[in-house]
């Protein structure tokens, strides 16, 4: 357990340091995981709603934050460079990002131009219908990606590695709750990044 514990500590301080130095991106992460807490709660009455919730809201601020406004350039901070950071990251970097939310895009379009899924289900008669069937493939897709992930962790880096980051990733809501409850605040007030002092002093 203290192994476990250390491993998460560890994952979620080089996810923070490394990935969370504007104050937009912090913001759109709170917005992210207050509206990934709303899908949660969402999953035991009605999965389907929770995941148009998830990938609508929740995944695309949080991903609008790291692609618009977290810089890319050489991190003074950490002593790192952009590419040092992508190819270190356990989760999902930006390259791996984009093919999950390219894949994401295209459930809507594949569904437009085949609305039984292959079979899978009465085409769509309602636009309630087919927003339905998207956010069915949408949570399968969810799913997909983190079990994927997992697995390709769990051969490249081991089973605690792998147990730890899915753990890590569901309940980040919470812990990103707290750790950026205040940057809305820092930003009316005109901080556009996070001086981090806590990180270079760390």
Not at 26 to 34: E, I, P, R
Not at 78 to 90: F, G, L, M, R, S
Not at 180 to 199: F, I, N, Q, S
């Given at each position: 357990?203290?192994?476990?514990?250390?491993?998460?500590?560890?994952?979620?301080?080089?996810?923070?340091?490394?990935?969370?130095?504007?104050?937009?991106?912090?913001?759109?992460?709170?917005?992210?995981?207050?509206?990934?807490?709303?899908?949660?709660?969402?999953?035991?009455?009605?999965?389907?709603?929770?995941?148009?919730?998830?990938?609508?809201?929740?995944?695309?601020?949080?991903?609008?934050?790291?692609?618009?406004?977290?810089?890319?350039?050489?991190?003074?901070?950490?002593?790192?460079?952009?590419?040092?950071?992508?190819?270190?990251?356990?989760?999902?970097?930006?390259?791996?990002?984009?093919?999950?939310?390219?894949?994401?895009?295209?459930?809507?379009?594949a569904l437009w131009l085949e609305p039984t899924g292959?079979?899978?289900?009465?085409?769509?008669?309602?636009?309630?219908?087919?927003?339905r069937h998207v956010g069915a493939v949408w949570l399968?897709?969810?799913?997909?990606?983190?079990?994927?992930?997992?697995?390709?962790?769990?051969?490249?880096?081991?089973?605690?590695?792998?147990?730890?980051?899915?753990?890590?990733?569901?309940?980040?809501?919470?812990?990103?709750?707290?750790?950026?409850?205040?940057?809305?605040?820092?930003?009316?007030?005109?901080?556009?990044?996070?001086?981090?002092?806590?990180?270079?002093?760390?």
């Amino acid at each position: 357990m203290k192994e476990y514990l250390e491993a998460l500590r560890t994952q979620r301080w080089d996810d923070h340091r490394y990935y969370h130095h504007n104050r937009i991106n912090q913001t759109l992460h709170l917005v992210s995981a207050l509206s990934f807490v709303v899908a949660y709660g969402w999953l035991f009455i009605d999965p389907v709603v929770s995941a148009l919730i998830a990938w609508l809201v929740s995944m695309t601020t949080r991903q609008a934050g790291h692609f618009f406004f977290e810089p890319k350039d050489y991190d003074t901070v950490n002593q790192a460079t952009h590419a040092y950071k992508e190819d270190i990251k356990v989760g999902y970097n930006l390259r791996r990002k984009v093919v999950l939310m390219g894949l994401w895009a295209l459930v809507p379009v594949a569904l437009w131009l085949e609305p039984t899924g292959f079979g899978t289900w009465t085409g769509h008669a309602t636009w309630q219908e087919f927003m339905r069937h998207v956010g069915a493939v949408w949570l399968a897709l969810g799913a997909a990606g983190l079990l994927f992930r997992a697995g390709q962790l769990l051969v490249s880096q081991g089973a605690l590695t792998a147990v730890v980051w899915v753990s890590k990733i569901l309940s980040d809501p919470f812990h990103d709750i707290l750790l950026y409850r205040k940057a809305p605040l820092y930003l009316m007030r005109g901080e556009l990044m996070d001086p981090m002092t806590h990180v270079r002093h760390g």
